[in-house]
Nanobody, 121 residues
Framework: QVQLVESGGGLVQAGGSLRLSCAASGGTIHNIKTMAWYRQAPGKQRELVASITSVGSGSTNYANTVKGRFTISRDNAKNTVYLQMSSLKPEDTAVYYC????????????WGQGTQVTVSS
């Protein structure tokens, strides 16, 4: 069974920065194809923040709301994905979840437990 452990959340003032980490272990971590960060604010649906593939230099994708402020990166040797968040806004307040997608047959996806990010105005 794959486990994803997130860390790095917390309380920060608007304009500040945080870096989230998500470490994968167990199961078929050797077969991770994509890792991503999602977030869910109170009363809202979970939404994609950013994703990165595990092949080559890693193809990235960002939600329009975070482009230019957030950067996703990965360390394949450590099976870890990072989310550097800068110029944070109160509307970035949410629980942030890590997701890994594995190239199993059938493909499998795993979620982390989430980490709270709160941005004060």
């Amino acid at each position: 069974q794959v486990q994803l452990v997130e860390s790095g959340g917390g309380l920060v003032q608007a304009g500040g920065s945080l870096r989230l980490s998500c470490a994968a272990s167990g199961g078929t971590i050797h077969n991770i194809k994509t890792m991503a960060w999602y977030r869910q604010a109170p009363g809202k649906q979970r939404e994609l923040v950013a994703s990165i593939t595990s092949v080559g230099s890693g193809s990235t994708n960002y939600a329009n709301t975070v482009k230019g402020r957030f950067t996703i990166s990965r360390d394949n040797a450590k099976n870890t994905v990072y989310l550097q968040m800068s110029s944070l806004k109160p509307e970035d307040t949410a629980v942030y979840y890590c997701l890994s997608i594995h190239g199993d047959s059938p493909p499998m996806a795993y979620w982390g437990q989430g980490t709270q990010v709160t941005v004060s105005s």
